[in-house]
């Protein structure tokens, strides 16, 4: 490796007296000083969210108001801190769900454990949780920073959707006379 | 009864305490605006909005308080109530006595000095100039020097009463820079009373003749601030000033990156708000006496003296009260005051701009550049003063 001497310019003496850097030290400052302000007024003025922004977690329903969740407890076991605690349950006999055999009785994200780390997201097989834009969450007790699943419901709302696998599966059932 | 009070306001004991009262009345908001002042340059610099929320309750509402509330003129009563109501904290481990007795000895001179700087000026019926100050001493800048170096000792004591180790630092280096930088300050300004004391006239070290030099017109000459004519002084004493209020860039004493926060480290609560207003004090001091030397104290402009400036405001729109002399006194206490404020953006514009020299290095400008630079510019203007006036 060839070393390359770079030769250092000596200062002028108006460069060592500081005063040139100064004055245009002063000239910036001035600029920013006149110019608006980079912060945003937080309550009253909120950042636009990008869309995959990694908020608050939420189950969502389909269109027709189905639950997506079957309860199988995937983003339980792969949640990191363990914020996540599924009673599985059968779905309602009769209902809009009926053909899933499956829903959650309870669903609690634990707000004071999550990590916002998305995995639930990725791992879940039914496209049911998904994490929101919401970004602020707070409460006054530890009691309050647990979504329950009416919560979750409410907070993720309904969700457009590709496959709408369990109308495919009515479908079937219905024009193979009820039989599966 | 109104005569009874006038002879008690007369007597020289309640005159001192009226004078004593007014400049703590004056001063202390000042200060405490100052440091609201402060805040605010350094938002908008760094383009932030500042301290903008506090307003208590019962002002909601109130058209046109939004202004003040965003200014933050709340926020810094908010600050006074907050210091005067917490906790006077005493550490076990301090000298009581002088870790008590140094806030004191920091407000003592910083609120002396501004007692014989004269802030305004009015004319008298003969059209002559009287300058408007607490007490006309004729060794205003001696006077001003003499008590402000004094101010040092409270940072000492601060250091060492708090016997820990940063502020023993801090106060280690406050005498160090101190020493250096009042060299090369009052160097710098004796050329402007080698040029105000000519050869025939009255000796002086007052700021009122100073100003009398400053105020002449283009016709009658002598209208030049001194700034034009001993630029290399300004700059000095400007620079000396900065390490002498220990503003940044030579805020060694404080330092907060390297000595935690200098010598008022073991400060809290309304002991550390008296070293900060009687930092903002000098600060006032300072600037006020850079206006009376170089910027031409209450006079407009340069070559527009006052008492031309009165009579052509008069001229142009013949109100008769303008020529009055509380009209004429409110305008130049006005106009003085205007550029120490200015000057006070300066302090906090250059704080907010220029990083902190390294200690060692204030020490190399203090004694290796500016020393000497101010010792030539002494010399020189010595020669050339004797050949114009000798």
């Known amino acids: 490796m060839a070393v390359i001497h770079v030769q250092r310019k000596p200062l002028t003496l108006m460069e060592r007296t500081y005063f040139p850097q100064i004055l245009s030290g002063l000239k910036t400052t001035f600029k920013y000083l006149l110019g608006p302000a980079e912060t945003m007024e937080y309550p009253e003025q909120r950042p636009a969210i990008p869309q995959g922004y990694r908020g608050v977690p939420a189950l969502v329903k389909d269109p027709n108001g189905r639950e997506k969740c079957v309860s199988c407890q995937l983003c339980e076991f792969v949640c990191p801190p363990k914020a996540i605690r599924i009673a599985p349950g059968n779905a309602p006999e009769t209902g809009a769900s009926v053909q899933q055999e499956k829903a959650p009785q309870a669903f609690d994200i634990d707000m004071l454990r999550c990590i916002y780390c998305g995995l639930c997201e990725e791992v879940c097989p039914e496209e049911a949780i998904f994490l929101q834009t919401q970004y602020s969450m707070t409460g006054f007790s530890r009691a309050e920073m647990v979504n329950h699943k009416d919560r979750l419901y409410e907070i993720g709302g309904v969700r457009p959707d590709k496959h709408f696998k369990w109308d495919v599966k009515k479908a079937a059932e219905e024009s193979s006379g009820g039989h599966h | 009864m109104l005569n009874h009070v006038i002879t008690i306001g007369s007597e020289p004991l309640v005159l001192a305490v009226l004078k004593g009262l007014a400049v703590i009345l004056v001063i202390f908001p000042i200060a405490a605006a100052c440091s609201m002042a402060e805040r605010k340059v350094s938002a908008w610099i760094q383009r932030r909005p500042g301290p903008n929320r506090t307003i208590p309750p019962f002002l909601v509402g109130i058209p046109g308080i939004g202004v003040l509330q965003r200014l933050g003129l709340f926020q810094l009563a908010a600050d006074g109530a907050k210091f005067l109501f917490k906790e006077e904290p005493l550490p076990n481990h301090v000298n ?112 009122a003749r100073v100003i009398e030099f400053q105020s002449g017109t283009w016709t009658s000459g002598g209208g030049e601030w001194f700034i034009l004519v001993m630029p290399v002084s300004a700059a000095i004493f400007a620079i000396a000033l900065f390490a002498e209020t220990n503003r940044q860039p030579f805020d060694m004493p404080e330092s907060e990156s390297d000595l935690v926060g200098g010598f008022h480290t073991e400060y809290g609560a309304f002991k550390w708000s008296l ?116």
């Open chain 2, 275 to 390: 070293f900060f207003v009687a930092e903002y004090a000098n600060m006032i001091v300072g600037s006020a006496v850079f206006a009376l030397l170089f910027l031409g104290g209450w006079n407009p402009l340069p070559w527009l003296p006052l008492a031309t400036f009165v009579h052509g405001l008069h001229h142009l729109t013949h109100w008769a009260f303008l020529l009055h002399p509380v009209a004429v006194g409110l305008i130049s206490i006005g106009i003085f005051v205007g550029k120490v404020f200015t000057f006070l953006f300066v302090f906090m514009w250059v704080r907010w701009t220029v990083p902190r020299f390294r200690y060692d290095q204030v020490m190399k400008i203090g004694w290796q550049k500016l020393l000497p630079l101010s010792i030539v510019n002494l010399i020189a203007y010595t020669i050339g003063i004797y050949f114009l006036q000798g």
């Open chain 2, 96 to 207: 009581r006595l002088y870790y008590t007795l140094a806030p004191v000895i920091a407000m003592v001179p910083a609120f002396t000095t501004v007692t014989v700087v004269p802030f305004g000026a009015y004319l008298d019926s003969s059209g002559g100039i009287v300058p408007l100050v607490l007490a006309n001493v004729d060794v205003g800048i001696l006077a001003v020097f003499a008590v402000a170096s004094l101010g040092i000792y409270s940072l000492i004591l601060a250091g060492w009463a708090s016997n820990s180790k940063y502020p023993f630092l801090g106060g280690v280096r406050a005498s160090a820079q101190l020493i250096s930088y009042e060299l090369s300050m009052t160097l710098s300004v004796l050329p402007v009373f080698l040029w105000v004391n000519a050869p025939g006239m009255p000796g002086t070290l007052g700021f």
